[in-house]
């Protein structure tokens, strides 16, 4: 019969298909040998028509090799098990032995590496199969990882192959053929890149990875562990993940928290546990994200459920401890209709994205909002807004893998500026400091400077005694395939949210490269999405205190440098500030009813210290 997922065997070097030897598993899981699953594609229909006869195409797995023997059976819902299950038949397989594959992956730089493997056979067929899958290859993914050396188990037949190590490095695909004496004992790739942000002093981050939860199976493990994270930050090439304990399997997870780098963490990559304010009291004001914590608990809490019911306590303490903090997910809650930016609609605020933000940055507290794992309109509008406002919290890119989306780790991430090298807190205060960019990987805007400071650097911060014309540059890059060149443009909302196709300009290869000043672009230039590095320079106007950075709208976002025109703060716009005024509103009656009785008098009054604020910048705000 079809295995459970308690059942999925773990790969591990020279053993071939073996139990992970931290699992618990059911007593009869040695007897389950034979996974079976159905082929849906053409000619195939994926339901039954309703004809008196009908065919089905059925697919075998089959962990051993040699003679067995198997029950197979079929119904088509409750009921239709036949009494004395005489819908079954025994089938005698002849089972073809499987053999060992060795991979060899090597860098650009002809150094072992570890890297994505995507193996299909002419059916279709994902191998190793998903349903026989134990971390550290994921059950929920086409691709398995493999260092150099490692090998996969492959049966007789044909397979494409694709190698790659995450959106820096080129794909490549091979065709192999095992069939007998002559099959190849080992393959060898080795990786090329088409952008090199590491030779530059830029280092990729995603901050917002989980262990547990989600696509993560709970039993028989409650989640998987630091070794089985960190081969998929190393296969998708990152320099920093971080890994948030959470909700789920939290005080199982809780044991790898250590305040400092994972000890598989190298030169290159470094691997450190915190915490995601999520399935938390507060969780409804909005998900917090907690890097470079020194303590993983709250004051006086013993459990989770005794953590406060909303965010501004939790952001004071992580604070208290010099942690970064922010909004994960920050689109959720905060959808509208339009497509501007910035806009003015009035989102519900009834959500875990950046909620409670447009109040807890009032209070000087946030680091920063994320980006990359929600529609770009929905993260970018409200940032917009507080930017208009005078406030600086800065933007990074996260995944929230598995959950919003496990394909992979790294689909959204940060690039953070690290000239003296890399450690994960110098990463981390890059983020904090805006000395960084976010991406998908496919878009790069590197080095981005006002007048010749760099982002990040000196606060950000440009002052003019009176208005006057600045240069703003940066070095880009972008990848787009050839063939995407007639492609219809993508609907931001849907997946993947961030991709270079948004900024695509139709019919062309080429992507629009802007310049925005106070959430409005005001330059923009063509850039030939063809991997090259490109030198851009943008001569602008500046006639009043102003923020600018610089975008590939949906697909790339620099953080901003802050313009100050005779010492007078940036006031950018009245209706961004009567826009976050009403939204304070909004989000408490959104979120008030659910906060704690013994709570909400100190959050009334945080509250009205917001629209405290916001009047107070309304009032000195330009038209």
Known sequence: GVESPQARPVYRRGTGLAMAPHSVLPADVADRWLVVDTFRDQPMEPQLSGLDLEYRIVLLYSRDTGRREAQLGAQLGVGTDDIGFRNRTAVLFEIAPSRDVTLHVRDELGRPTTASFVIRDTLGRVYPARSKRLAPDFFFQNQIYRADGESVRLPTGEFTVLCGRGPEYLPEARVVTLN????????????????????????????????????????????????????????????????????????????F?????NKLSTKSTRLRYDVEVSGFPSSHCGHLVLLRLREQDFPETRQIEDWPSWDLPILKWAKAQDAIAGFAHSGWGLEVKTRDLPNYEMPNFDGIGANEYVVDVTHDLVDFISAADTPFVYELNIWYQTLNCGFRTRISGETDFPCISDERVGAGRSYVHLPDGLTYDAWCEGVRLGRSYVSDGFSHLMGFAVNGQEAGTGGSELRLEQPGTLRATARVACLLREELEKAEAPEPTRQPYWTPQHARIAGSREVTVEAVVNGRPVASMRVIADGVLHDVAFDIPVDRSSWIALRILGSAHTNPMFLLVGDRPIRASKRSAEWCLKAVDQCWSQKSGRMRAAEREAARQAYEHARGRYRQILSESET
Not at 192 to 203: L, M, S, V
């Open 180 to 255: 007998g004496a002559s099959n190849p004992r080992a393959l060898d790739f080795n990786l090329r890149r088409w952008i090199d942000p590491p030779a530059h002093k830029w280092y990729s981050g995603d901050h917002h990875i989980h262990a547990a939860g989600c696509a993560h199976y709970e039993s028989p493990t409650e989640g998987v562990r630091p070794e089985d994270m960190m081969r998929h930050v190393l296969g998708e090439a990152l320099s920093v993940g971080a890994v948030l304990n959470w909700g789920p399997s939290y005080y199982h997870q809780r044991q």
């Open 257 to 261: 928290f250590e305040a400092k780098d």
